[in-house]
C-alpha cells in the first residue's frame, strides 16, 4: 500500500498546483487584462482592459488615481469634486477620472451652473467650449467625448456632420472645442481610452471606428436616458 500512495503522489502534486490549492499558488493580479465577452461590461472590468488590438491609448485610469470605480474603501476613480482638476498625469484631454457633478449642465455653459456634470449630448462651438472636468461625466455615462483645437473649419465642419449624423441615431457624444490641447489637433476619448491625432491625420473612418467600439462600453451608473 506504501508504494502506492509514494506512486500516486507526483499525479496529486500536479492535480493541486492546476487548482492553485496549496500555499505557492497566486491570486490573479486585480489589474490583469480581463476578458470582455460583451455588454454589459463590469466598470472595474473595463478600467482594467489594456488590450492592445483595441483602438487608441490605454489610460491606467486606476493607477493613477489610486481606486477602481466605486471602491469605497479608498480612492474613486470617478469622485465627484468642486474646483479645478489636475488632469495632467493622464495627459489631455482626459479619458476619465474624477469629475464635476453639482449637478448636470445646461444647454449652454452660460446657462450652466458651477461645477456642472454631466453635459448633455450634442455639438458644441465657442464660447461653450466645456471645462474638461464636465465633459468627462459624460464618459462616465457611456459616452464619447470629441474634442478640437484647429482653425481648419473644413475639418470641424466634417466633424459636425458626422457626429450630427450619430446624435440622430443614437446620442452619446459630445463635441466640443478644447483649447487646452495643442493646436490643430483632434482628440476621441472615453472611459480609459484616449485616441489623439494630428488634424492632417484626421478621417470620418478613424473617428468612427472609437465610438462604434467604445460607446455604452462604460456607464457603471446606467442612467436613464443615457442610449446604452
Not at 65 to 87: E, K, M, V
Amino acid at each position: 500500500m506504501r508504494w502506492v500512495l509514494i506512486a500516486l503522489l507526483p499525479a496529486a502534486l500536479l492535480l493541486a498546483a492546476c487548482l492553485g490549492i496549496g500555499g505557492g499558488a497566486k491570486p490573479p493580479s486585480p489589474t490583469a487584462t480581463p476578458r470582455l465577452s460583451g455588454p454589459p461590461y463590469v466598470p472595474r472590468e473595463v478600467e482594467a482592459d489594456d488590450d492592445p488590438s483595441l483602438p487608441g491609448e490605454y489610460i491606467d485610469l486606476p493607477q493613477i488615481y489610486g481606486g477602481y470605480y466605486g471602491n469605497q474603501n479608498g480612492p474613486n476613480t470617478a469622485a465627484h469634486r468642486l474646483g479645478p482638476i489636475d488632469y495632467s498625469a493622464q495627459g489631455l484631454p482626459p479619458a476619465g477620472g474624477p469629475h464635476w457633478g453639482s449637478g448636470a449642465c445646461g444647454a449652454h455653459l452660460a446657462e450652466s451652473a458651477p461645477f456642472c456634470g454631466p453635459v448633455p449630448w450634442g455639438i458644441y462651438r465657442p464660447p461653450d467650449n466645456w471645462d474638461a472636468e464636465a465633459v468627462v461625466h459624460s464618459m462616465e455615462h457611456g459616452g464619447v467625448a470629441i474634442w478640437y483645437n484647429t482653425t481648419n473649419q473644413q475639418i470641424v465642419s466634417e466633424l459636425e456632420d458626422d457626429i450630427a449624423d450619430r446624435l440622430d441615431r443614437d446620442q452619446l457624444l459630445v463635441m466640443t472645442p478644447y483649447p487646452d490641447m495643442e493646436e490643430e489637433t483632434i482628440a476621441v476619448t472615453a472611459w480609459g481610452r484616449r485616441e489623439k491625432f494630428p488634424v492632417s491625420e484626421y478621417s470620418k473612418e478613424r473617428v468612427d471606428e472609437f465610438i462604434d467600439v467604445f460607446k455604452c462600453r462604460f456607464n457603471p451608473e446606467t442612467m436613464p436616458g443615457a442610449g446604452c
